[in-house]
């Protein structure tokens, strides 16, 4: 048996070299045009997505949770590369690229965000019954404060304290004591993949607050750029594993055809 198989391998060499020739030639052009096309697109991906990420403005948007959530893409890039552009960075980017660096000397940074946040209050009118302290001439305001205004919760925990009111001379000097004044919040931050195969799957960053009084203005994210969740082709991913082994295997076979060849000329 191994006689015949022999054989038949001797025939195969002889008689079709050059079609083995060619599918081996075919088979390495494919694994290189493959190679190639891989680098080129990685490399546009990773430029556009970049340029998104630095240029990308913050959305808004509720979920599920009547919670506003504020998105924006994440930047993703060399922190060597990003010095270089400084130019430009805008000052939020520029902090968040400063703290980064500071958190590398300690730690491998694998994704960070510097969020720029405030709490303001507009048109509140607290309506609950003050606590009169004739006494000690007191009134204190306080309750919890809960309205929900276009699915959004907006929360207020609050305690005021007027003194110098009940009775009140004109040398008397009124003053104001605030003993508590509260926001309860939720805060969920998320990273995560977009589907947006044309431009690599950029990481975006977003944040969403359960209290309507808290109002994210900007939003700055980091993500090595290694991370990568792009799909590949099974073609792509056979390719991978098993492109060196086949210019191997190719290389060893042609030389076998090439030498058989001339030995049988």
Known sequence: MKTIL???WKFILVKNRWAIVLAILLILGMWVQNTIVKEWKNKYQTEVKLNNALNDTIRFYKNSYGEVVAEKLTIQESIKNLEKM???LSDSQKELIIRVKELDKKSNTIVAALITANVGITNLMLNTKPVIDTTNKKITFGDLYKKTIDSVNYEVLYKFVV????PFPQTAIPTLFI?????PNKQFISFSYKDDKK???????????SNGFYKTIDINSYAIPTINTEPKSKFGEWFDKNGK?????GAGIATGA???YLLTK
């Open 179 to 183: 003993d508590t004044l509260q926001f």
């Open 86 to 88: 400084y130019g430009q």
């Open 245 to 249: 082994k086949i210019i191997y295997i």
């Open 258 to 260: 090439g030498g058989v």
């Open 199 to 209: 431009n690599g799957n950029p990481i975006s960053f977003s944040v969403s607050n």
């Open 6 to 8: 022999l054989k038949f």
């Open 163 to 166: 003194g110098n009111v009940l």
